[in-house]
């Protein structure tokens, strides 16, 4: 099962390439910041599988926490895309 696992963390990690390349190149600013979101939500799964892999809660809690992070800076760029102010 710890194979499968890491080799599923590997297979996101590829994946994340292509999200960096949309974030580069995206045509619009939406692109970029899904593409960021979707780099966010990858980690996150990384960070969990790492976990259960090593057996090391702790890491469950950075994995939440690093998500909830991503979760509000997505929200705050995309109202400062839409609106130009943050508050």
Do not use: W
């Amino acid at each position: 099962m710890d194979s499968f696992l890491t080799g599923i963390a590997i297979y996101l990690a590829v994946l994340f390439i292509f999200c960096l390349y949309r974030a580069y190149k995206g045509p619009q600013a939406a692109d970029r910041v899904v593409a960021i979101n979707v780099i966010s939500t990858k980690v996150t799964v990384i960070i969990a599988i790492v976990a259960i892999v090593t057996h090391q809660d702790a890491f469950i809690d950075v994995a939440l926490i690093y998500a909830m992070t991503g979760f509000i800076a997505t929200i705050s760029v995309s109202k400062y895309i839409e609106k130009k102010k943050l508050f």
